[in-house]
């Protein structure tokens, strides 16, 4: 099993719609939690942390579920700009090192 | 903000032959270097981790004698791809952490490496 698994998608949809992708985790050690864009290749980019009491960034809403092990993000009135792949991002207690999902393709389309 | 420079972007190299990918932080010292691998479609994997004036620590199932990684200074750390197989084609990218920071969040922009 995966430590950190998402819905690879693609996820295809229309400007202004809203998104939301999910992703869970295996251990329970798990400490801090990101999202974090890539983007054709590129580096990944943080996106956003997330917080048990959820968190928001403009369009975009992150929630974490520790008791489910699941974390959510809401991406509100897509823009074509938001195609791209995103990562769910989990740490561990004693290991610095990141631990990335396999991500979740968003294609916005006009 | 803290800037990570990776050289080359991109590589294509003969089989058997080594690939060295520097990764230099610019405006701070990286204490430690993350080293990760991407290969189509799968999440970024930790390859190894760095620290600077010591052995790397590598991951289950990562040969240490083909990945060699030098961390001789708190600016640069480098990752060589010995004797290179057309197996090894991914994309590589480093990240790095300060001494008492956290997650190692800066990313370099990444290596895409091709064996012909």
């Known amino acids: 099993r995966k430590e950190v698994e998402q819905d690879p998608g693609p996820f295809n949809v229309p400007e202004g719609a809203t998104v939301a992708f999910n992703c869970t985790y295996s251990?329970?050690?798990?400490?801090?939690f990101f999202w974090y864009r890539q983007d054709c290749r590129k580096e990944p980019k943080l996106l956003m942390s997330?917080?048990?009491s959820g968190n928001e960034d403009g369009r975009f809403t992150a929630q974490l579920n520790r008791a489910s092990q699941y974390i959510s993000l809401l991406i509100r009135d897509s823009k074509l700009s938001d195609s791209a792949t995103y990562l769910c991002v989990v740490t561990y207690t004693g290991r610095r090192a990141l631990t990335f999902g396999s991500g979740t393709r968003l294609q916005v389309q006009p | 903000g803290a800037v990570v420079s990776q050289h080359p972007s991109r590589v294509i190299c003969k089989s058997g032959t080594s690939v060295k990918i520097e990764c230099r932080s610019l405006?701070?010292?990286?204490?430690?270097m993350f080293w990760y691998r991407q290969f189509p479609k799968q999440s970024l994997m930790l390859m190894a981790t760095s620290n600077e004036g010591s052995k790397a620590t590598y991951e289950q199932g990562v040969e240490k004698d083909k990945f060699l990684i030098n961390h001789a200074s708190l600016t640069l750390s480098t990752l060589t791809v010995t004797s290179a197989h057309p197996e090894d084609s991914s994309f590589y990218i480093c990240?790095?952490?300060?001494?008492?920071?956290?997650?190692?969040?800066?990313f370099g922009s990444g290596t895409r490496l091709t064996v012909v």
């Open positions: 405006d701070f010292q990286a204490t430690t």
């Open positions: 997330v917080y048990s």
């Open positions: 990240s790095a952490g300060i001494q008492g920071g956290s997650y190692g969040y800066t």
């Open positions: 251990n329970s050690a798990s400490q801090s």
